[in-house]
């Protein structure tokens, strides 16, 4: 089905604290986004191009095409062997 | 690391790990199924590897797979000349068609991390073009011939059991029960597909990719509202 795709928008703690107007919270909250950042649970995304992300995403792939076509290979096998 | 890796990958896994389950409750449903009828007619009960290793098995399976895979080659192939507005399932109205090269990013357009056959030019691009199409295709077209083959050996067991004449593939592919078994996984399939082609354009479910964001008007399809 088609795939709905927004731009990526990550959560600013910057904005809310320029809205308070509170310049010390307004580098607490650059601090706090770029420990975030570094955190990779928090943001895993990795660089585009990075070659391990791309190759996850290709034996992904892979492993799906191989999965099926076993499932394809075993129906036709018991379907010809008149089982 | 591998709960992130994990994480990315959540969607597909989550369908591997439901498809696998699904399977083996199938299996395990289908030989209870089998072994009453079995008994019901006099004859010795089977094991799960036997039902499993069957054609009875063999022709439930295929025959919902062929009809998934031919929901989503059409799908792929309905959706680059067909449109419906405010459907996040469709291009806009106007966008029909395969693209230009520099919307499509292949050949000389082509981004240096794009695949090296879109930055190809000739059989290879082309092929690259249309390869999600024709895997879809080519697992429709060999889970319907295992229907096939599969549902002739079922239908002459059947056949054997009441003394009437078998069918060779030729006439088992034209008989009404390989098309009642087609055809009946052919309308739900079509349905579904329409239906969320359809109720896409006024329904929301927020967070999904399959919808648009709840706020955004009925109007705007895929394109005009991101």
């Known amino acids: 089905m088609g795939a709905w795709r927004r731009p990526c928008r990550r959560r600013a703690p910057v904005a809310q604290s320029a809205e308070a107007g509170d310049l010390n919270s307004l580098e607490s909250g650059f601090e706090s986004q ?10 895993p ?20 095409i191989v999965g099926i076509a076993v499932g394809l290979v075993y129906m036709l096998g018991i379907g010809l062997s008149g089982r | 690391m591998i ?27 289908g030989l209870i199924s089998f072994n009453e009828d079995q008994l019901a007619h006099g004859a010795a009960a089977v094991t799960w590897i036997d039902f499993v290793t069957s ?23 309905a959706t ?12 806009e109205v106007g966008h029909e068609g395969i693209g230009s090269d520099e919307q499509q990013k292949v050949g000389r357009y082509a981004e240096p991390e794009s695949p090296s056959w879109a930055k190809a030019t000739g059989w290879r691009q082309t092929v690259y073009s249309n390869s999600l199409l024709i895997t879809m295709g080519a697992i429709f077209l060999l889970s319907w011939l295992a229907q096939g083959i599969a549902g002739q050996t079922v239908f002459n067991a059947e056949q ?38 359809a109720l896409s354009i006024v329904l929301r479910q927020r967070g999904s990719a399959e919808s648009k964001p709840v706020g955004t008007p009925h109007h705007e ?4 509202a991101e």
């Open chain 2, 80 to 91: 680059i000349w067909l449109v419906q507005a405010g459907s996040p399932e469709s291009k």
């Open chain 2, 55 to 77: 054609s009875e098995f063999v022709v439930d399976v295929a025959e919902n797979w062929q009809s998934e895979y031919l929901q989503f080659f059409l799908f792929i192939f």
């Open chain 2, 160 to 197: 054997a059991e009441h003394g009437q004449d078998l069918l060779t593939l030729g006439e088992y592919l034209l008989s009404a029960d390989f098309w009642n078994r087609t055809l009946q996984n052919w309308q739900s399939e079509f349905l579904a597909v329409g239906s969320m082609v």
């Open chain 2, 3 to 29: 709960g992130v890796r994990l994480r990315q990958h959540s969607l597909s896994i989550f369908f591997a790990v439901l498809f696998v389950l699904a399977l083996i409750g199938q299996s395990v449903a």
């Open chain 2, 221 to 224: 399809g895929a394109v005009s």
């Open chain 1, 34 to 43: 770029r420990e975030h950042l570094d955190d990779p649970l928090v943001n």
């Open chain 1, 45 to 64: 995304l990795p660089i585009r191009g990075d070659r391990r992300y791309l190759r996850g995403m290709k034996v992904l792939s892979t492993s799906w």
